[in-house]
């Protein structure tokens, strides 16, 4: 399984949205997590939204607010993920939008979105998390790039200053594949340093 996430960024660029869109066919099961995107409704929206333009492209979805039947609750500084429920939901469709909304006692808190797909990744088969720069368009994902160490990034951090905030997100999701739209399915050449 797939794990995808969109950062604040990559939710407020449109050809971005468009492409991952048009390009998620035939990607198998597979959850995308979206950050917060200012409040609370506004990141409902966006999951929606999400979910509305992938039904527009016959896309099979199911989109999930975090504290939506406590998928996502935060215990003790510790994230918490309903498991069996998105596996049983994963069971009708090819894809979860979810964004990192959860609870905390009865209370909607915004979560970490590090801290909840680290915990995705523990307690889901994720073979692969994806991110996506902040410039699609960057020669930084003219092919995908798999990052399985720090020594992975840092000859790019001089090289691509400008996507700084995600090499930083990367370094903290080791491993990952930093990736365009267009060249995130295995079809296509993944650059190993």
């Known amino acids: 399984m797939k794990l995808f996430f969109l950062s604040a960024d990559n939710l ?7 492409d991952l869109v048009y390009n998620y066919k035939k990607l198998g099961k597979s959850i995308i997590l979206h950050d917060h995107f200012g409040s609370v409704a506004d990141t409902r929206f966006v999951t929606k939204r999400i979910s509305a333009l992938m039904s527009e492209e016959m896309i099979v979805n199911n989109a999930f607010s975090g504290d939506q039947r406590s998928i996502l609750s935060l215990v003790d500084g510790h994230v918490l993920v309903r498991v069996e429920f998105l596996k049983e939901a994963l069971h009708n469709v090819d894809l979860i939008i979810l964004n990192p909304l959860g609870l905390q ?10 801290q909840v797909l680290a915990q995705l990744r523990r307690d889901l088969d994720i073979t692969d998390i994806y991110i996506f720069p902040k410039n699609v368009r960057s020669p930084l ?21 400008e996507e700084s905030t995600v090499l ?8 990952v594949v930093l990736a365009a739209p267009g060249n995130f399915k295995p079809s296509g050449h993944l650059v190993v340093p």
């Open 12 to 18: 407020r660029n449109g050809p971005l949205i468009k």
């Open 141 to 161: 994902v003219a092919q995908r790039r798999y990052f399985a160490t720090t020594q992975d990034i840092a000859p790019l951090r001089d090289a691509y200053e």
């Open 105 to 114: 006692g009865d209370t909607i808190t915004q979560l970490d979105p590090a």
């Open 168 to 175: 930083d997100f990367a370094e903290k999701m080791l491993p």
